[in-house]
């Protein structure tokens, strides 16, 4: 036969497990940083956008998609001028450019940041071109009555 243990015996190893939980959850995840890989073609992926930063001595480029005809999404740590420190918002700190699914090289004007993830929203001076015609709504017509 068992013998019942007093709840006041059982708060303190409860109280132990919640606080040993919580600090595990509590371990800030490390910011993602940009992987590399085979370049496209020029016009291969219409919405992909190559992000170049940098001067010609210290370039380094990171990929974005379009999501509008002048804004791209891309990770923040991208702008990041060192790896795991946050990027600013506003106007890049380093020459940064996008190159369009035709080649157009586009300044980029602003980066809007994420403070709780690694994404940015960065803004190009000048829209990208749309990338098929938008389709024209169908014409409705009444119905004949019968």
């Given amino acids: 036969m068992s013998v019942p243990r007093p709840r006041v015996a059982r708060i303190p190893g409860l109280l132990a497990a919640i606080a040993a939980i ?5 371990v800030p995840a490390t910011p993602a940083a940009a992987v590399t890989g085979p370049e496209a073609t020029a016009g291969q992926l219409p ?9 010609e001595a210290d370039a380094r480029a990171c990929t974005g998609t379009l999501v ?5 999404l891309t990770a923040a740590s991208c702008f990041a001028a060192t790896p795991g420190t946050p990027v600013p918002a506003g106007k890049p700190a380093l020459k940064a450019t ?28 000048t829209p990208s071109p749309p990338s098929r015609p938008r389709p ?9 009555r019968s």
């Fill in 136 to 144: 024209r709504p169908p014409v409705c017509r009444p119905r004949a």
């Fill in 47 to 55: 919405a992909v956008v190559k992000l170049r930063l940098g001067d």
């Fill in 98 to 125: 996008a190159v369009l699914r035709d080649g157009t090289t586009v300044d980029i004007a602003e980066i809007a940041p994420r403070d709780d993830r690694d994404a940015a929203l960065v803004r190009l001076t």
């Fill in 22 to 26: 919580s600090a595990g959850l509590a």
């Fill in 68 to 72: 509008d005809p002048v804004w791209v």
